[in-house]
């Protein structure tokens, strides 16, 4: 077991992982410092997802180490990494998942309410969310009520309400147009930088990547130097890399 370094937040270090025998990550290490906006880009199929997912102790990699805060992840019991996801980390998925029983408001809350805040409070933040996020008349609205874009966002506020440590993102403005796109990332930008959120970003679009302090790259599962992403307007969809050393 190598120690991780004082400086960074969430840590790993030779990540390889499969799925159904199909190889997803292949050795991959990486530090995020405490407030830093990072950018795993890559073209579909590179592993991003499965980096995050692993990162965040949803799955837990066939070899290597997952620390946050200097505690390892990878040997921690499940209810564990159940609980330091409900308190420490925020999650966006590209599909906006939401309960449907439940309103906009209340689905932005329920991290908080989850927790064992108030109704009051929870309902004060979620609702303060949904406005940064130009959402705010939609708060009474059900899932089946609102657009797929305002669903979206419904989830991006989901998963700042709770002021996380570590938000994860992947592929968070996937379902927007380009303006909701924008505001979307100048309000996670915004988030990170006023309340020291560090953020973990996967994306497939250079613009997306372009809000980053920093960038890495997977290509095949692998740590390479830099991808050359395709615009929307590039019907070639080819990605060039050099690897890394």
């Known amino acids: 077991m190598v120690a991780p370094p004082d400086n960074d937040v969430l840590w790993a270090h030779g ?5 159904d025998g199909s190889p997803a990550l292949h050795g991959v290490s990486i530090g995020v410092r405490e407030g830093e906006i990072l950018a795993v880009s890559g073209p579909r199929g590179s ?3 499965t980096l995050l997912r692993c990162l965040s102790g949803q799955v837990l990699p066939q070899q290597g180490e997952v620390w ?9 019991r499940p209810h564990t990494r ?3 996801r409900r308190e420490r980390f925020g999650w966006i998925d590209p599909e906006p998942a939401l309960v449907p029983e439940l309103t906009a408001w209340e689905n932005a ?4 309410m989850l927790r064992g805040t108030g109704r009051r409070a929870a309902k004060t933040a979620a609702l303060e969310w949904l406005e940064r996020l130009d959402i705010g008349d939609c708060a009474r609205k059900r899932p089946h009520a609102l657009l797929y874009s305002e ?3 419904v989830v991006v506020a989901r998963a700042l309400v709770g ?3 570590v938000l994860f993102a992947d592929e968070p403005t996937a379902p927007l147009h380009r303006a909701e796109c924008a505001h979307v990332l100048r309000t996670l930008a915004a988030a ?8 973990v970003l996967a994306t497939t679009c250079p613009d997306t990547a372009a809000l980053a302090d920093r960038t890495v790259s997977l290509l095949d599962g692998r740590r390479v130097r830099s991808v050359s992403l395709p615009h929307a307007s590039d019907t070639e969809g080819r990605a060039a890399c050099s690897l890394s050393v």
Do not use: D, Y
């Not at 809350?109 to 908080?112: S, T, Y």
């Open 192 to 199: 990170a930088r006023s309340h020291r959120i560090t953020v």
């Open 82 to 84: 159940e609980r330091l």
């Open 47 to 49: 592993g991003k997802t």
């Open 68 to 76: 946050f805060n200097s505690t390892p992840v990878h040997t921690m």
């Open 151 to 153: 669903r979206q966002r």
């Open 109 to 112: 809350a329920l991290p908080l």
């Open 163 to 165: 002021s996380p440590t």
């Open 15 to 19: 990540l390889t992982h499969t799925h």
